[in-house]
């Protein structure tokens, strides 16, 4: 059981470039996320997907596209990249929340990315 | 909005002392409470949680209470050791299911270090 696992783990762009960092989970897990960390400002959400077939924006959609493949995988695409999406990416995963039940996420280790 | 406030870091501390992170949150409903730790180059893992009031949660040595009355749900460790050095993050479950259901809103970190 991988979890959740993320590619690349470091990547450099040139401004301007696009890239897609790809996720994908093994838990059968009916909603997916993507964040961004920086340095003071926490984890902040950019796009979700609460359920295979369905998207949404989040925190800090712009500048950024997701797909959602299939239930196991969510990819994120920078089309072109600006050096305010430096950043750490993370991918998370849940269970589908339609009831109260704590709705823990899993994390996946991150790509760290920079634009120059 | 909902909003979740944590103590700034960092927090460094011997070995074998008395740990508080303080958390408020701001939310309408009956939001689910969460505690994330972040080892050194890792993803987020889920530390403890509490889905009501006046629940603990405690994990590792880890405890926080679930205080609606406060707004409040700190984490305490009685005798931190260095391997507890990592961020620590706040969050909050919405506690409606609409069309956000599953998000997690987070905390800005609190770095810890604990000495020898």
């Known amino acids: 059981n991988a979890g959740v696992t993320q590619t690349p783990k470091f990547q450099v762009l040139k401004t301007g470039q696009s890239m897609t960092l790809q996720c994908a989970q093994d838990?059968?897990?009916?909603?997916m996320y993507w964040y961004r960390q920086d340095p003071g400002m926490g984890l902040r959400l950019i796009y979700y997907?609460?359920?295979?077939?369905?998207?949404d924006k989040g925190e800090v959609p712009n500048g950024y596209n997701v797909s959602r493949l299939n239930k196991r995988e969510f990819s994120l695409r920078l089309e072109s990249a600006a050096p305010s999406q430096t950043s750490v990416y993370f991918c998370?995963?849940?269970?589908?929340?339609?009831?109260?039940?704590?709705?823990?996420?899993?994390f996946g280790p991150g790509t760290r990315l920079t634009v120059l | 909005g909902n909003s979740v406030t944590q103590m700034e870091g960092p927090v460094t501390l011997s070995e074998e002392a008395f740990l508080t992170i303080n958390c408020t949150y701001t939310?309408?409903?009956?939001?689910?409470l969460f505690w994330y730790v972040q080892y050194p180059g890792e993803g987020l893992q889920l530390l403890l949680k509490?889905?009501?009031?006046?629940d603990k949660g405690s994990n590792k040595g880890f405890e926080a209470t679930y205080r609606k009355e406060t707004t409040s749900f700190h984490l305490e460790k009685g005798s931190v050791q260095v391997s507890d050095s990592a961020v620590y993050f706040c969050?909050?479950?919405?506690?409606?299911?609409?069309?956000?259901?599953?998000?997690?809103?987070f905390g800005k970190g609190t770095k810890l270090s604990v000495k020898p």
């Open positions: 838990m059968n897990h009916n909603s």
């Open positions: 969050a909050l479950r919405e506690g409606n299911y609409g069309g956000s259901q599953g998000n997690l809103i």
């Open positions: 997907s609460a359920s295979e077939g369905t998207t």
């Open positions: 509490a889905t009501k009031a006046d």
């Open positions: 998370a995963s849940s269970e589908f929340v339609g009831k109260r039940d704590g709705g823990e996420q899993f």
């Open positions: 939310a309408t409903g009956y939001p689910s």
